[in-house]
């Protein structure tokens, strides 16, 4: 049996020319927050990578440790509580874990930036969009205020918010939902970063809605050839713009396969198991399957397979041994391009 | 003025009302007691207007417009059945939701629950609706008080209405409902904090079953939940309908669990119905752009069906309800928009091109250009 | 810098991990006892070293407020001119009579800061009972039926916001030749009460918007319950910090209004007082005018300082 621990890398659909160096690897990543009630082990080991112009969605539920990771990539998590106690973080070569905070503050927001789920908190209510998006130049190119402020208009020119030029100088409350979210996107873009982390982007908006804003990020992306981390608890959100997903469960990765084989033929039971709860909207189901259980207490994930609980599958090796990543193969023993599940028995889920 | 009913006919198609004529409260209390056989109309809404008046001042208020949340609504729910109400933010389909629990006054329009209007009735009679009309809310973690216990929580119907249950059967009665809807019942002195969203979702459910109610009105019950925890909530849902013959309004912007757990549909935009029908007639032939745009927008968890699928792009943003737009509310993100959508108001009836036919696409359409046309199939 | 570092609901899951709470918790079987919002914090409360040493300074503070004759026999009302006058401390003397030295007529200052203790924790505690009781009740009725009661009622708390705390005290007292306690207390509260009642009106705003108190409503609860059983018990915590971080503040507006000749009159012991009369002193009997001023200052710091514990400990967000 192949057994790999290493980050699978799946040379996506849209990736650009160079595959040699990825843009981002994690490597095997802890987070921890210490609480009052004991330490709740939010990431236990998360390997993935991303390379320039590919897209991967990290999957997950709360409690999944999806957004902590993505925190922890960004170096925003709160420490205290919060802890790094192992891992590394490789932009470009680099790991970011072991540089200093000012040159962890040059990366942020100039080579990797983010955007969050709720654009209304976090952007400043009292300052007008175009004075944040122009802080961005005057800031780190050190260009005059008109100059920020002509450098605002065209951003928002170019995530299509109409009359640009006359909102300039509106307040973030005068836009609605999706045209926030889309001041969000051109701040993000604003210096044209090589790799932008999403977190959630589109749950708070109406579904009319979401469709424009994930149109306009996966264009953005493929014109810049940026790296993007689309971050999800919405399976059909990712069926549309991923090129490889990583399913989180209880702070590790489930499995992580390319996005349509994903659908195709889940590896791992959980996904399995999500795949099958969600009502179709093209025909009528009876019965809908539900996976039992709760998401499990970070305090005292279940030893084993912190699936084990809630599995169909769980035999006594699930309780007792943690699954490794194994690399999936079809029957005849052919490995799968970029398919790993960390499933004692996931020949008998792929394969029935 | 602003004009209360812009559908000044009623909407046609929808049950004939028996309205009674309640002289006394008792008659009255006897009405709303009376059982309603699977099938018939339960719950009658004609042309339910709500409008929230915008005002300026500060000692004396003065009225400078109105946010149309509702503007003219009419739809019948059927005993034992499911009725969907989907819409995107704004659309007014919680504020329908707060009118048929009376937690809002109609600006207009009548709501006959088994043809008493509720809207008009007070003291007993109203308590009988109460008791017979709940509600499941949306967010698990603020719809439950944090200051009181799970029994407390689950108790407070009786307390309020001391007649369904005796004092002293009253704790027995709290752990039934919560083994009903799937909790241990050894964890009635436990506070909301301690459970998880789903379990927090199941106990809001068992408060909602506690006086044997004839409907649930569920506004979007399981937005909030984990995807792995939707699925278990909605079997219970679905269990619990079949076992206590519930009557639900499930009002969601999920299309797919609208569409997994209705029997009908009802589209909402900008506080007016564009369409509404059974499930198939909507997902599988709707002949509303607005829902044509809204299903093909859903995003499905198959990238396989979903290329073969053409996908509408609406442009724009919902417009304010407080200033919406003339004539069809929907014309100013269509693109089927013409010189008369802005000037008549579509009415919620069935297409003339399709009048008389059998077709499942022969179902009532607020569109002057309704028009079959599946986005949902590849 | 742009806001692209801060976080808002992406530090939810981080925040909810942190708080030991719901979003993740309990496989199976939930937590093991039934945990009350109540008993969580006072679990928090008693954790804190700030609660620790304001709680035991405020119990002895009470105490001696209660039973100043437990700590010493001699009398605070008179004193051996001839024998005592302006004796300085005698700070081995721990407990005794002479430990604080004595006063311009002789009298003992450690007995005169312990009865003062008294008149000090009435008026403080006394006001602050009144005024979370009216403020209380008026916010209540402000923020919960809105309309012409909260347009009154804000009305009535601007013009009382108005009116400089002492100043207005200093009017009012001037009114009464007879100051005893009691009128103290009165005239601080009714210039007073306006703060709570701010307060109030805000928390019972937030609260009455809450999805519980509509499925209270949806069930047919009546506004005695909405208010009492919903409302009330949620929106009471930042009431609660703020009387108690005021209490200190009563307690020093009560001793300047001593100082100043227009608080407690007659033959009442007050810190005030005390603090006005060794003025006179201060070049070369500063004790006269250091002890009762350390004891004013002592209470009035453990005070605020179990309001802070209290908030700490009461606020979520804090967490």
Redesign the interface.
């Known amino acids: 049996m192949t057994i790999t621990d290493m980050p699978a890398n799946v040379p996506g659909p849209r990736s650009g020319e160079d595959n040699g160096g990825k843009l981002l690897d994690v490597r095997d990543l802890h987070v921890e927050f210490h609480t009052r009630d004991g330490v709740a082990k939010a990431v236990n080991g998360v390997n993935y990578s991303v390379d320039a112009g590919e897209t991967l969605a990290v999957l997950g539920e709360s409690g999944s440790g999806k957004s902590v990771t993505a925190q922890a990539i960004m170096g925003i998590l709160d420490m205290p509580p919060g802890k790094i106690p192992q891992g590394e973080i490789i932009f470009r070569g680099q790991d970011m874990l072991k540089m200093s905070s000012e040159e962890r503050r040059k990366i942020r927001g100039n080579k990797i930036a983010m955007i969050f789920q709720d654009a209304l908190s976090a952007l400043n209510p009292v300052l007008s969009v175009g004075y944040q998006l122009g802080e961005m130049f005057r800031v780190h190119e050190g260009l005059s205020k008109k100059e920020a402020k002509a450098k605002a208009v065209e951003l928002m020119d170019r995530v299509r918010i109409p009359a640009a030029k006359e909102r300039v100088s509106d307040y973030p409350h005068q836009f609605s939902g999706g045209m926030r979210q889309r001041i969000m996107i051109a701040m993000a873009l604003a210096l044209e970063p090589d790799l932008i982390i999403a977190d959630e982007p589109t749950t708070a908006l109406d579904v009319t809605v979401q469709a424009q804003v994930m149109e306009l990020l996966a264009e953005l992306q493929r014109e810049y050839n940026m790296g993007l981390i689309l971050i999800t608890h919405d399976l059909g959100v990712v069926a549309d713009v991923a090129d490889k997903i990583a399913v989180m469960y209880a702070g590790r990765i489930v499995e992580t396969a390319p996005v349509h084989e994903l659908y195709k033929r889940p590896a791992h039971p959980y996904t399995k198991g999500l795949l099958d709860s969600i009502p179709r909207l093209d025909q009528k189901g009876q019965g809908l399957f539900a996976i039992k259980g709760l998401p499990p207490n970070l305090l005292k994930i279940p030893s084993g397979c912190a699936f084990n609980p809630r599995c169909p599958m769980a035999q006594d090796e699930c309780r007792s041994e943690i699954p490794a990543l194994h690399q999936v193969t079809e029957r005849d023993g052919a490995e799968l391009a970029g398919r790993a599940s960390a499933c004692h028995f996931w020949k008998e889920t792929i394969h029935g | 003025m602003a004009d209360f009913s812009p559908d000044a006919e009623a909407t046609p198609n929808v049950s004939e009302v028996e309205v009674v004529d309640a002289a006394t409260e008792d008659e009255a209390v006897d009405a709303i007691e009376a059982p309603v056989e699977r099938g018939e109309p339960i719950l009658q809404v004609r042309n339910l207007v709500k409008h929230f008046p915008l005002t300026q001042g500060i000692l004396i208020k003065r009225q400078i417009g109105a946010v149309k949340a509702v503007d003219g609504i009419s739809f019948d729910l059927y005993q034992g059945e499911t009725l969907g109400i989907v819409g995107e933010s704004g659309c007014g389909k919680s504020t329908v939701a707060k009118l048929l629990m009376t937690l809002e006054t109609a600006t207009a329009g009548e709501v006959f629950y088994k043809g008493q209007d509720i809207t008009r009735l007070s003291g007993r009679a109203l308590r009988a609706v109460r008791r017979n009309i709940q509600m499941v809310f949306q967010d698990p973690y603020t719809s439950l008080n944090p200051r009181m216990t799970v029994g407390d929580i689950i108790g407070e119907p009786f307390e309020i209405h001391p007649e369904v249950a005796p004092k002293g059967d009253r704790r027995r009665k709290v752990q039934e409902l919560l083994d009903v809807v799937g909790l241990n019942p050894e964890y009635i002195n436990r506070y909301p904090h301690q459970f998880s969203g789903g379990q927090r979702q199941r106990i809001g459910i068992a408060r909602g079953l506690a006086l044997n109610p004839e409907i649930i009105i569920c506004d979007e019950p399981v937005s909030a939940l984990d995807v792995s925890v939707q699925a278990q909530v909605i079997n219970l849902m679905e269990g619990l309908q079949d076992e206590f013959n519930l009557s639900y309004i499930f009002i969601a912007h999920d299309l797919s669990i609208v569409r997994h757990i209705s029997d009908r549909v009802g589209v909402m935009y900008l506080g007016k119905m564009a369409e509404i029908g059974t499930d198939t007639e909507i997902y599988d032939h709707p002949t509303h752009p607005y829902t044509q745009a809204l299903l093909s927008a859903v995003p499905v968890p198959d990238p396989e069906s979903r290329e073969g699928r053409e996908r509408i792009i609406l442009t724009g943003d919902v417009p304010s309800p407080a200033n919406p737009p003339s004539g069809c509310r929907f014309r100013t993100r269509c693109w089927k928009a013409e010189d008369r959508c802005a000037k008549e108001i579509p009415l919620l009836a069935i297409p003339e091109r399709f009048a008389g036919s059998d077709s499942p696409a022969a179902h009532e359409s607020a569109c002057h250009f309704a028009e079959e046309k599946d986005v949902v199939h590849a | ?14 925040a ?16 093991e006892k ?5 008993a969580d914090a006072w679990r928090d409360l008693r954790r804190n070293p700030l609660f620790v040493v304001s709680g035991l300074l405020i119990l002895v503070i009470l105490l001696v407020a209660a039973f100043p004759g437990l700590f010493t026999g001699a009398n605070p009302d008179t004193g051996d001119q001839a024998n005592h006058f302006l004796g300085k401390p005698n700070l081995g003397h721990v407990f005794q009579e002479d430990w604080f030295g004595y006063d311009g007529t002789g009298r003992s200052l450690y007995a005169r800061v312990l009865y003062g203790a008294r008149n000090s924790i009435i008026v403080g505690l006394g006001v602050t009972i009144l005024v979370t009781i009216f403020g209380g009740l008026m916010g209540m009725l402000a923020g919960y039926f809105g309309g012409f009661w909260d ?1 009154l009622i804000s ?1 009535l708390t601007d013009v009382f916001f108005g009116i400089p705390f002492l100043l207005g005290s200093m009017v009012v007292l001037n009114a009464f030749t007879h100051r005893t306690v009691w009128v103290v207390t009165g005239a601080l509260a009714f210039l007073g009460w306006t703060q709570i009642a701010r307060v109030m009106r805000g928390a019972v705003i937030t609260t009455k918007h ?3 108190v ?9 506004t005695k ?1 909405i208010l009492f ?2 409302i009330l ?2 929106a009471i915590a930042p009431v609660i910090v703020v009387a108690t971080i005021s209490l200190g503040t009563y307690i020093v507006a009560e001793s300047t209004l001593s100082y100043l000749g227009l608080g407690l009159g007659g033959d009442s012991i007050s810190w005030g007082g005390d603090i006005s009369d060794g003025t006179q002193f201060i070049r070369n009997y500063p004790h006269v005018l250091l002890f009762p001023a350390g004891a004013l200052s002592i209470t009035v710091l453990a005070f605020i300082m179990m309001g802070d514990a209290v908030r700490e400990a009461l606020d979520p967000k804090l967490r």
């Open positions: 810098m742009p806001d692209l570092t801060k976080t808002s609901s992406a530090s939810e899951e981080a909810a991990i942190v708080a030991g709470t719901p979003v993740t918790s309990d496989a199976g079987p939930a937590p039934p945990r009350s919002l109540g347009s009305r809450a999805d519980y509509m499925a209270a409503k949806a069930l047919g609860a009546g319950r059983r919903h018990p949620n």
